[in-house]
């Protein structure tokens, strides 16, 4: 920082902007990955690309974050730097437009969200770190197992609507833990309680650090904790969960803008991208067939993971 | 012995219930979860609006961006650090100083909806203060000071 404000101060901003730009233009044209086509095209593509995951992501109950990560992430000729910071805000985002709906109607519960956030959000921000200290074919192979360990979590993990709990821990008690929701469904109102909730917290040490150092949106580890684990009502979990991104996300989200992580060309289309075709997914699930749209949600992560790992390993560049 | 939790239903004041559409009963909601509500729902719609009008400013050419898009390419497949160092760009909150360029306009949204979180932290605050309920007050408390350290840009890494 020292040395690009020595450079700035004095004047000549513009001049000496434009004179650094221009004289590392032959030191970096060896970055760039796609000689010959126009730049606005990638962006495009990735307008086009986010809009169909905002859809899917809609349609197969996830969370956008962890579908573009590894999609643009393998496919698209970004740094994988760029890309965990753009999916960090593509979570972000995300969670932020949906966390109003779901504090008003109590899905999102704060004597839940909090301490789960607290524990969340300051191990994102040490992955955040550990993501962009190691190089990337460490981060890429990591990815690569993560996503497909993911794809395999869709398949085998069985939430529960009302999971049975055998009684507050110590540790939830002490917290109030708990609240009231209503259930549409039945038209009446649910009292919730969890338990095992200090197995829960050590979990989310682990949910944080991958949130940040691949910049995924940790939802599809969030709802198995809060609801299979802890025993939060799967309604309340999953807006927890969505809230508590908003939260997770944040911390992470500003170490990839303060190191610069973040490019505006790759964050702006994907947010923009993604929550049009969130818009679009939620008009089409009234008529959609989850079942195929999960089958497709896990082969998508397969092959984004596969891919990713491949790459790592530098098999498939 | 363990409960399923939907045994625990509690039915809402049938006499009162119309025959045909029932009305939802009132879920009690807390004013200050209300409240951050709000902050959350005309932030995050006022930080997305602020991106895409500063990324037409910006690709249109309204404004002299620092790095021209048409240059982008040689860059975006550089590992951040390297990004940083190559074309001397700013980081922490030096972006601020950079304003005058397009491409750092796009800065102003993206920090806006990284700080909404913070601002809703603040209204809980006082809450949980004037309820004198002292974990949630720490939590919060601590929330705020890893958040402000995140935003700070004080904590660094080292680039390879």
Redesign the interface.
């Known amino acids: 920082?020292l040395d690009?404000?020595a450079?700035?101060t004095g004047g000549g901003?513009?001049a000496k902007?434009t004179a650094?730009?221009t004289t590392?233009?032959a030191?970096?044209?060896t970055?760039?990955?796609?000689?010959g086509?126009p730049?606005?095209v990638?962006p495009l593509l990735l307008f086009i690309t986010t809009f169909v995951l905002g859809i899917v992501a809609v349609l197969g109950g996830v969370g956008g974050g962890v579908l573009f990560v590894p999609i643009v992430g393998s496919f698209f000729?970004?740094?994988l730097?760029?890309v965990r910071?753009a999916g960090l805000?593509v979570a972000?985002?995300g969670a932020?437009?949906a966390?109003?709906?779901l504090?008003?109607?109590?899905l999102a519960n704060?004597?839940l969200a909090?301490?789960v956030?607290?524990i969340a959000?300051?191990f994102s921000?040490v992955g955040a770190?550990i993501g962009?200290?190691?190089?990337?074919n460490v981060v890429q192979t990591a990815l690569g197992i993560t996503i497909v360990l993911i794809a395999i979590l869709f398949v085998v993990s069985k939430n529960t609507?009302?999971?049975?709990?055998?009684?507050s821990d110590k540790l939830a008690r002490?917290?109030g833990i708990g609240g009231?929701?209503?259930?549409?469904s039945?038209?009446?109102?649910?009292?919730?309680?969890v338990w095992r909730t200090p197995q829960g917290f050590l979990l989310f040490i682990a949910i944080g650090i991958m949130a940040g150092m691949f910049g995924l949106g940790a939802g599809w580890a969030n709802v198995p904790v809060l609801n299979l684990l802890m025993?939060a009502?799967l309604k309340v979990a999953v807006g927890t969960s969505k809230f508590l991104l908003?939260?997770t996300d944040?911390?992470?989200?500003?170490?990839?803008?303060?190191?610069?992580?973040?490019?505006?060309?790759?964050?702006?289309?994907s947010?923009?991208g993604i929550?049009l075709g969130s818009f679009v997914g939620v008009r089409l699930l009234a008529t959609a067939k989850p079942r195929a749209v999960k089958y497709l949600v896990i082969v998508l992560l397969l092959a984004a993971g596969l891919r990713s790992l491949l790459k790592g390993l530098g098999i498939w560049n | 012995?363990?409960?399923?939790?939907?045994e625990?239903?509690?039915?809402?004041a049938p006499k009162e219930a119309p025959a045909k559409a029932?009305a939802?009963?009132q879920?009690?909601?807390?004013p200050e979860?209300?409240a951050?509500?709000?902050v959350?729902?005309y932030?995050?719609?006022l930080?997305?609006a602020l991106?895409?009008l500063?990324?037409i400013i910006?690709?249109t050419g309204l404004v002299?961006p620092?790095?021209?898009?048409?240059?982008?390419?040689?860059?975006?497949?550089?590992?951040?650090?390297e990004?940083?160092q190559?074309?001397?760009?700013?980081?922490?909150?030096?972006w601020l100083?950079m304003l005058?360029?397009s491409?750092f306009l796009?800065?102003i949204g993206?920090?806006l909806?990284?700080s909404?979180?913070?601002v809703g932290y603040l209204i809980?605050l006082p809450a949980y203060l004037s309820r004198k309920d002292v974990?949630?007050t720490f939590?919060?408390l601590?929330?705020i000071v890893?958040?402000v350290?995140?935003?700070s840009?004080i904590?660094?890494?080292?680039?390879?």
């Open positions: 920082m690009w404000l450079t700035f901003l513009a902007a650094a730009v590392t233009g030191a970096v044209s970055a760039a990955g796609t000689p086509m730049w606005w990638w000729p970004f740094n730097d760029f910071g805000l972000l985002a932020l437009a966390g109003p709906g504090l008003k109607l109590n704060l004597r909090l301490p956030a607290l959000s300051t921000m770190f962009l200290a190691l190089p990337n609507e009302f999971p049975q709990v055998g009684g002490f917290l009231t929701y209503y259930e549409r039945s038209g009446k109102t649910v009292d919730w309680s025993g009502p908003s939260i944040t911390s992470a989200a500003w170490v990839y803008l303060n190191q610069g992580a973040v490019l505006p060309v790759i964050a702006v289309p947010i923009v929550m | 012995m363990a409960k399923p939790q939907a625990m239903l509690k039915s809402p029932p939802a009963p879920v009690e909601v807390a979860q209300l951050y509500a709000n959350l729902l932030g995050s719609w930080g997305i991106l895409l500063s990324n910006y690709l002299k620092y790095i021209e898009p048409a240059m982008l390419p040689q860059y975006w497949g550089m590992k951040a650090s990004f940083v190559v074309a001397h760009m700013p980081t922490g909150w030096s100083k005058g360029y491409d796009n800065f993206m920090a909806l990284a909404l979180t913070i809980l974990p949630y939590i919060v601590t929330e890893v958040l350290l995140a935003a840009g904590l660094a890494v080292g680039g390879h």
